[in-house]
């Protein structure tokens, strides 16, 4: 695949429009048009910007590690789109999976202290989500019904449910969390 579509197959996959893009690399939107076009080449230095801002590699967008296989070093604290970042308030997430991966499932670690909890999130996928609770107690509020996870319990739901959830209790709740 061509170096522009596959910066715009990656950049609306990931859910980043074309003006953010510019603004977070400091380039023009007609720039990243031009370069999604094939019309502009960027340089390295921007190429290596952009890949940095769509949470990926380099050589992904050049079609270098197309295989599928990754060696799992070590994970980033950065995040895909797929979770809800603005409504997750206090809640700290953590990702597992390194962002030169281009998965279809998003595991990560959600840490909830005492009181906190996402605002009403209304799913965007027709994915799943998959719950393990790993210490601690978590209410859940899914379409009307809420449930109450204690720890070592799984729980799952489809991804375009709405959904809310809380630590209740008084001490920190671990959740690893799967999107897919």
């Known amino acids: 695949m061509e170096l522009g579509k596959k910066i715009r197959e990656t950049r609306e996959q990931k859910g980043i429009t074309l003006r953010k893009l510019a603004k977070d690399i400091g380039v023009s939107p007609s720039f990243i048009s031009q370069v999604e076009q094939s019309k502009a080449q960027p340089s390295v230095d921007s190429l290596t910007q952009i890949a940095k801002t769509l949470g990926v590699s380099s050589s992904y967008l050049l079609g270098e590690d197309d295989t599928g296989i990754s060696l799992l070093t070590s994970a980033t604290p950065s995040i895909k789109n797929r979770f809800a970042l603005e409504k997750l308030n206090a809640v700290q997430v953590k990702?597992?999976?390194?962002?030169n991966i281009n998965n279809n499932i998003e595991p990560a670690l959600l840490v909830l202290e005492p009181g906190v909890g996402s605002e009403e999130i209304t799913g965007q996928n027709s994915g799943e989500e998959f719950l393990l609770l790993l210490d601690g107690q978590l209410d859940i509020k899914?379409?009307?019904?809420?449930?109450?996870?204690?720890?070592?319990?799984?729980?799952?739901?489809?991804?375009?449910?709405?959904y809310s959830f809380k630590n209740n209790t008084s001490e920190?709740?671990?959740?690893l969390w799967i999107k897919a």
């Open 95 to 99: 990702r597992l999976l390194p962002d």
């Open 142 to 162: 899914v379409n009307e019904n809420t449930y109450t996870i204690p720890n070592g319990q799984t729980f799952y739901f489809p991804a375009n449910s709405v």
């Open 172 to 175: 920190a709740a671990k959740v």
